[in-house]
């Protein structure tokens, strides 16, 4: 059985206010063993990043201003997870 545990950081928890994910982080398990394929990527939220979250990920507007939004890595990360069950953290 193939699955992918997945974890991710966000900008907050109200995707309706714009919240967004800013990291994706995930681990192949194959009969609950890794595989040794993971899956990580860091993404551009294209807002500010609330002090809150800043507190919790300490990943701030400048270490994220240059990475890629989320359109740009969503096939990549699909192709990654396939068929598997999600393991989310």
């Known amino acids: ?3 992918i545990v ?3 950081e966000t900008t907050g928890f109200e995707p ?3 919240d967004r994910i800013v990291e994706i982080g995930a681990v192949e398990l194959y009969n609950h063993m890794p595989t040794g394929k993971v899956y990580h990527q860091y993404i551009n939220p294209q807002r500010s990043m609330p002090q809150g979250a800043l507190e919790v ?3 701030g507007d400048q270490v994220l201003a240059d990475k890629p ?3 740009e890595i969503a096939d990549t990360f699909i ?3 396939g068929d598997a069950n999600l393991v989310n953290h």
Do not use: K
């Open 6 to 8: 997945l974890d991710t």
């Open 57 to 59: 990920h300490g990943l």
């Open 16 to 18: 309706s206010e714009g």
């Open 79 to 81: 192709s990654f997870v």
């Open 69 to 71: 939004v989320f359109a």
């Open 1 to 3: 059985m193939r699955e």
